[in-house]
T-cell receptor, first 111, second 114 residues
């Protein structure tokens, strides 16, 4: 069974602060995805990383895939209240397994 | 069209009712999924359809019955549910079964069983 562990589970910060969310596994993944989910809505795909060591930037969000393709991080610079939500990482492999979701990080950014 | 559309948005049903959740996508995705999500938890996989055929049933109770009438539609028929089945039900689709490049999720149906 593949597992993805996310940390922290919950994060409450002030507007303007920086933060990093981690997603770790002992399994190798073909790709790692990050989703953001707002209350009462479905998860929205933010980014997919597929190459070990890959770094992608999406405005104030920076995503990194570990060299060994077992872990990933999401860094948010100068967080804003609009960043509030549940952040989910998910891993895909080529072994016929369905997408594996991490436990989620609940982020609250206070004005 | 890059969306997955789910209806209804909210549903309240009694334990003896029969209702259906609907999901539609027109992106040409050949894999479609039903997930159940409880508050503050990640989504839990229920069913997977690949090329309109049921590929995976994650030991879901028979009071949940999926149906894929065609490549664009996915239904979830509900009968004799329990209050603990109250949750957000999410439909998703992807180009291929592995989800290598991600899933597109619908906005979900908030189900309350009374």
């Amino acid at each position: 069974t593949q597992l993805l562990e996310q940390s922290p589970q919950f994060l409450s910060i002030q507007e303007g602060e920086n933060l990093t969310v981690y997603c770790n596994s002992s399994s190798v993944f073909s790709s790692l995805q990050w989703y953001r989910q707002e209350p009462g809505e479905g998860p929205v795909l933010l980014v997919t990383v597929v190459t070990g060591g890959e770094v992608k930037k999406l405005k104030r969000l920076t995503f990194q895939f570990g060299d060994a393709r077992k872990d990933s991080s999401l860094h948010i610079t100068a967080a804003q209240p609009g960043d509030t939500g549940l952040y989910l990482c998910a891993g895909a492999d080529n072994a016929g397994n369905m997408l594996t979701f991490g436990g989620g990080t609940r982020l609250m950014v206070k004005p | 069209d890059t969306e997955v559309t789910q209806t209804p948005k909210h549903l309240v049903m009694g334990m003896t009712n029969k209702k259906s959740l609907k999901c539609e996508q027109h992106m040409g995705h050949r894999a479609m999924y039903w997930y159940k999500q409880k508050a503050k938890k990640p989504p839990e996989l229920m069913f997977v359809y690949s090329y309109e055929k049921l590929s995976i049933n994650e030991s879901v109770p028979s009071r949940f019955s999926p149906e894929c009438p065609n490549s664009s539609l996915l239904n979830l028929h509900l009968h004799a549910l329990q209050p603990e089945d109250s949750a957000l039900y999410l439909c998703a689709s992807s180009h291929e079964l592995t989800g290598l490049y991600g899933y597109t999720f619908g906005s979900g149906t908030r189900l309350t069983v009374v």
